[in-house]
């Protein structure tokens, strides 16, 4: 399993670099605007930093889906073919490997934006309450463990959300190229459908969790997550390995 994350981690490290790259860019471009007195730059770097922001969560999101797409439709998945182990590890190393690169991006943006506002001095005056509210959860056990009970569950719930997506998309691709492998546009075909399903799972299950019991509709949503992440991932196991025995 860790071979298998390794090699996940070398196969997206240009992303990740042009990733970092970006970001970084951005950053100069604040720098350089604050320490030149040029606002209009230093407001282009500001805007270029947020729009990279959520365009680096996006990507090393769906890095999974690209990287397996790859995979199954061109050569460079050869190795997939030759693991003497079950495609759930091929698979669950993809998961993986995009959690744990989202999550430490995500560190990354939040450190950097930290960093602007204390450096820059930003008026954090209308945030005052929030912030103070904040230092005493942080100041008083009580409260740090109620903060930290919070941040768990934030990011518990965070990770299962995520998973609940990479393994939807995993499916959708696993699905297109069962049925499209070789195809023009295949990928696009992927993401139209992992969008379509979205769309439709995170309209229906709210409302399908509130019918079923009002008083408990939140548990029982996490509850359908799971088992539709669990199904997700095993039909596409089931498919993928299916495909390698042909």
């Given at each position: 399993?860790?071979?298998?994350?390794?090699y996940?981690?070398?196969?997206t490290?240009?992303?990740?670099?042009?990733?970092g790259?970006?970001?970084f860019?951005?950053?100069?471009?604040?720098m350089?605007?604050?320490?030149?007195?040029n606002?209009?730059?230093?407001g282009?770097?500001?805007?270029?930093?947020?729009?990279?922001?959520?365009?680096?969560?996006?990507?090393?999101?769906?890095?999974?889906m690209?990287?397996l797409?790859?995979?199954l439709n061109?050569?460079?998945?050869?190795?997939?073919?030759?693991?003497p182990?079950?495609s759930?590890?091929?698979l669950?190393?993809?998961?993986?490997?995009?959690?744990?690169?989202?999550?430490?991006?995500?560190?990354?943006?939040?450190l950097?934006?930290?960093?602007?506002?204390s450096y820059?001095?930003?008026?954090?005056e209308?945030y005052?309450?929030l912030?103070e509210?904040?230092?005493?959860?942080?100041?008083?056990?009580?409260g740090?463990?109620?903060l930290?009970l919070?941040?768990?569950?934030?990011?518990?719930?965070?990770?299962a959300?995520?998973?609940?997506?990479?393994?939807m998309?995993?499916?959708c691709?696993?699905?297109?190229a069962?049925?499209?492998?070789?195809?023009?546009?295949a990928?696009?075909?992927?993401i139209?459908?992992?969008?379509?399903?979205?769309?439709?799972?995170?309209?229906?299950?709210?409302?399908?969790?509130a019918?079923?019991?009002?008083?408990?509709?939140d548990?029982?949503?996490?509850?359908?997550?799971?088992?539709l992440?669990?199904?997700f991932?095993a039909?596409?196991?089931?498919?993928?390995?299916k495909?390698?025995?042909?």
């Open positions: 399993m860790l071979t298998l994350l390794q996940e981690m070398k196969k490290a240009f992303m990740k670099i042009l990733c790259f970006a970001l860019i951005s950053q100069a471009f604040v350089l605007g604050t320490a030149t007195d606002y209009v730059v230093a282009l770097g500001a805007g270029l930093l947020i729009f990279f922001s959520f365009l680096v969560i996006f990507i090393l999101g769906l890095s999974s690209a990287s797409s790859k995979d061109t050569t460079q998945g050869y190795m997939l073919f030759m693991l182990k079950h759930a590890y091929f669950l190393a993809k998961i993986v490997e995009s959690l744990v690169s989202t999550f430490l991006a995500g560190l990354v943006i939040v950097i934006f930290f960093f602007n506002i820059f001095a930003i008026d954090t209308a005052k309450d912030l509210m904040f230092w005493n959860l942080v100041m008083s056990g009580k740090f463990g109620t930290s919070y941040m768990i569950r934030f990011l518990a719930t965070a990770a959300f995520w998973i609940f997506l990479s393994t998309a995993i499916l691709v696993t699905v297109q069962s049925i499209f492998k070789g195809k023009a546009l990928l696009v075909v992927s139209i459908a992992f969008f379509c399903l979205f769309l439709y799972l995170f309209s229906a299950l709210p409302e399908l969790a019918n079923i019991s009002w008083e408990y509709k548990p029982i949503f996490y509850g359908m997550i799971l088992v992440s669990v199904g991932f039909l596409s196991s089931y498919l993928l390995e495909q390698r025995n042909f």
